[in-house]
């Protein structure tokens, strides 16, 4: 089982919908999880992150974490065509003294006007 | 002013081949790493610099060397260029968000290397 899984879709929504992007992990290791957004051709950005379980809110995007079930979320409300790029869960863990970040493969989602 | 700049964005060689990518930041950050997204998109770490030393090498064939001359500064020096080298290559730049600790990467734009 990888440590991280993310479904790389592709996912193609209708402007303004709502958007749910996932991430299962098996590292209970893990405390921080962040997203991070690709657009094509440039190098991913961080969009929000999350230290354990609980919710993030950051204008229309809200970031989940449920460390029970080892799953993180990333909701879009009110989508835009803007938000067309690729999604990408992180998250690291301290071990061996060092510090571990793992990627998830990535979420392509495409918002049609 | 770019934060985290790497040279050249595209890079198209023959097999056997020698290259190497260069990468700066200008944010201060102490810990820069190499990381490879292949053709699926799978970003999977290569190397990691704090302060000029090396903290992280993953199982990497031999033939890709790091070099940091200094905390703004990692080069990647590819020897024997292979088919299977072809990917995007990215530099990154590490910095901890002051309040929770997490381990925030700004990343470059990305150097394409195509091997022929």
């Known amino acids: 089982q990888k440590e991280v899984e993310q479904d790389p879709g592709p996912l193609s929504v209708p402007e303004g919908a709502i958007v749910s992007l996932n991430c299962t992990y098996s590292?209970?290791?893990?405390?921080?999880f962040m997203w991070y957004r690709q657009y094509s051709r440039k190098g991913p950005e961080l969009l929000m992150y999350t230290y354990s379980s609980g919710n993030k809110e950051d204008g229309r995007f809200t970031a989940q974490v449920d460390k029970s079930s080892k799953y993180i979320s990333l909701f879009i409300r009110d989508s835009q065509p803007s938000d067309s790029a690729t999604y990408l869960c992180?998250?690291?863990?301290?071990?061996?003294?060092?510090?571990?970040?793992?990627f998830g493969k990535g979420t392509k989602l495409t918002v049609n006007p | 002013d770019t934060a985290v700049s790497q040279t050249p964005k595209y890079l198209v060689t023959q097999m056997g081949n020698d290259k190497s990518i260069k990468c700066e930041q200008n944010?201060?950050?102490?810990?820069m790493y190499w990381y490879k997204q292949d053709s699926k998109k799978f970003l999977k770490i290569m190397f990691s610099?704090?302060?000029?030393?090396?903290?992280i090498n993953e199982t990497v064939p031999n033939r890709f060397s790091p070099k940091s001359p200094d905390k703004a500064h990692l080069n990647l020096h590819i020897n024997s260029l292979e088919l299977g080298d072809s990917a995007v290559y990215f530099c990154?730049?590490?910095?901890?968000?002051?309040?929770?600790?997490?381990?925030?990467?700004?990343f470059g734009a990305g150097s394409r290397l195509t091997v022929l």
């Open positions: 992180a998250m690291t863990a301290l071990q061996g003294g060092s510090e571990k970040l793992v």
């Open positions: 610099y704090n302060n000029k030393e090396l903290i």
């Open positions: 990154a730049s590490g910095d901890r968000a002051s309040i929770l600790g997490a381990n925030v990467l700004t």
């Open positions: 590292n209970s290791a893990f405390q921080y």
């Open positions: 944010l201060g950050h102490d810990t």
